[in-house]
């Protein structure tokens, strides 16, 4: 009995200690006085998040209510405090003039247990600046150059396709899929070097493993626990990958480079750059460095161009005169060059550009940033001081809708990018793809992508709303990029 008594003494006393720990960290923001919500003492401020509300949908929350109070606010995202970034100058000076002090995201990744979770996106420190100068020359002008012609076949075969199922009457289409698809496709073979050919085999493997990517994360809770504690739960061994996408890419990319090292092949690709690298003697990249390069590629490539495609469709159907506008551009500079759409040729299309930026600033694939301080840094005012390890986040998606930077901000409007209002405003009031050192690497890429696809489809067809048209759009709140949970039904006819 005494034993017993015992043993319960110590488990009282260590759930004590347990429950002052965890109210001591969810009291950090409070202590230490700075605005904020009081946080659910295991959600943080995220309660009923991926039930009810999107990710971004709290930062919205506490960017309306504390904007003015000062640089940051405080923010538990689930049990860590982290801090909320208001002010563009501090933006700023996060992401790029004291770049060298927030290099990490401070996002999870696991390089023995999970290896194609340490990709570029992921890694840290000196083995990122190390990835990244070496991938850099990977997306250069000259090297988008190449694979222009690749992303325009794609879109051709595109075209086909839907010209198929719209007919001499017009139909209502499901766009989100067949936009899915056709990156897929191009991302299939701009970096394996592969014809995935979705567009005509929508159960083709790579569509599969894409949508499983997305549609079968692991448990809620895991997914939790992982990204508020990244350090701890890769200590853990935790993965966040599925065993049986991990196993679909990593087989992909081993016949892939088995077979072009065999047989001498060298093509203008993603693959052939990380081939060279992994022979190279001073670079050396191994395989599973080169499956989880190669991965992202495709992960990024792929959703992010396909949902910023279909969200742009959808405000082009809800806004016929803007995709008149953009029609005639199109028309006209294609009249200039033969008919045909060349790397030059697009960068003649001014409002192509001017709607697509629009479509980022009011869909935004990423809603926000993060960041990890990694010693303590002085904002000018002592209060505001953000300490070593606290996490960062960038509210872009609130920042792109707010009044003060974009006038009537649910209205779409291409012109807020014509090079004069752009001129007026603030750099760090339009980061759909970052900014500094971290800016996302693909930004050439997914620029020339979706804008090659937008151009065919606008030449061919006209979009419209229809009665199965979903407007607003819905997000689903299990993804932390803004991904619709409806199909994006539109009215399609035959130019």
């Known amino acids: 009995m005494e034993l017993l008594t ?22 950090y923001w409070k202590r230490r006085q700075i605005p904020h919500i009081e946080p659910n003492l295991f959600t943080g401020n995220f309660q ?3 039930k009810t509300r999107h ?27 982290s801090a909320l970034i208001f002010d563009l100058e501090l933006i700023k ?24 979770s340490a990709h570029l996106f992921s890694i840290e420190g000196a083995k990122w600046r190390s990835l990244r100068s ?50 897929t496709d191009v991302i299939g073979s701009c970096a394996f070097g592969l014809e995935v050919n979705s567009l005509k085999d929508p159960n083709a493997q790579f569509r599969i493993y894409g949508q499983k990517i997305f549609s079968e994360q692991r448990h809620g809770l895991i997914m939790m626990f992982v990204n508020s504690c990244p350090s701890l739960a890769r200590k853990l061994g935790m993965k966040v990958t599925n ?41 050396g990249l191994t395989f599973e460095e080169i499956a989880a390069q190669t991965f992202v590629f495709y992960l990024a490539g792929f959703e992010t161009s396909s949902s910023t495609m279909s969200h742009a469709l959808m405000e082009l159907a809800q806004n016929t005169e803007i995709q008149d506008r953009l029609r005639a551009e199109v028309n006209e500079v294609l009249a200039k060059h033969n008919d045909e759409l060349t790397y030059d040729s697009l960068e003649e299309m001014p409002y192509m550009l001017q709607v697509f930026n629009e479509t980022l600033r009011r869909y935004p694939v990423l809603p926000f940033l993060q960041r990890m301080t990694i010693d303590d840094y002085s904002t000018g005012d002592p209060k505001y001081k953000i300490e070593k390890g606290t996490s960062i986040f960038i509210p872009v998606e609130p920042i792109h809708m707010d009044p003060e930077y974009y006038p009537n901000p ?43 696809g937008l151009a065919h489809l606008i030449k061919n067809f006209k979009f419209s709303v229809c009665d199965r048209t979903q407007y607003p759009l819905r997000f689903d709140n299990k993804q932390l990029v803004l991904q619709t949970t409806d199909g994006i039904y539109l009215k399609v006819e035959r130019v």
């Open 55 to 81: 990710l971004v949908d709290p930062m919205r929350d506490l960017y309306t209510k504390f904007k003015n109070s000062g640089p940051f606010c405080g923010i538990y995202f689930f049990q860590n405090p």
């Open 410 to 452: 649910e209205k779409f409007d291409p012109d807020r990018f014509t090079p004069e209002e752009i001129a007026k405003r603030d750099t760090a009031a339009y980061m759909p793809f970052g900014e500094g050192p971290r800016k996302c690497i693909g930004l050439r890429f997914g620029k020339m992508q979706v804008r090659i």
């Open 48 to 50: 009923d998040v991926t």
């Open 93 to 116: 000076k996060i992401l790029v003039r004291d770049f060298n002090n927030f290099i990490d995201r401070g996002v999870f990744y696991n390089e023995k247990d999970d290896p194609i």
């Open 134 to 183: 070496k991938l850099s020359p990977t997306f250069s002008s000259g090297r988008m150059k190449f694979m222009f012609q690749t992303v325009v076949k794609n879109a051709q075969d595109f075209v086909k396709i839907l010209d198929e199922f719209v007919g001499e009457e017009g139909a209502v289409i499901e766009l989100k899929d067949l936009n899915a698809r056709f990156t």
């Open 243 to 283: 065993d049986d996408v991990e196993e679909f890419f990593m087989g992909v990319v081993k016949k892939t480079v088995e077979y072009r090292e065999k047989n001498n092949i060298k093509r203008n690709d993603f693959m052939n750059i990380l081939i060279d690298m992994k022979n190279d003697g001073q670079t």
């Open 6 to 27: 015992y043993l319960i003494s110590i488990i009282f006393i260590l759930l004590s200690i347990f429950f002052y720990l965890v109210q001591r960290r969810m009291s």
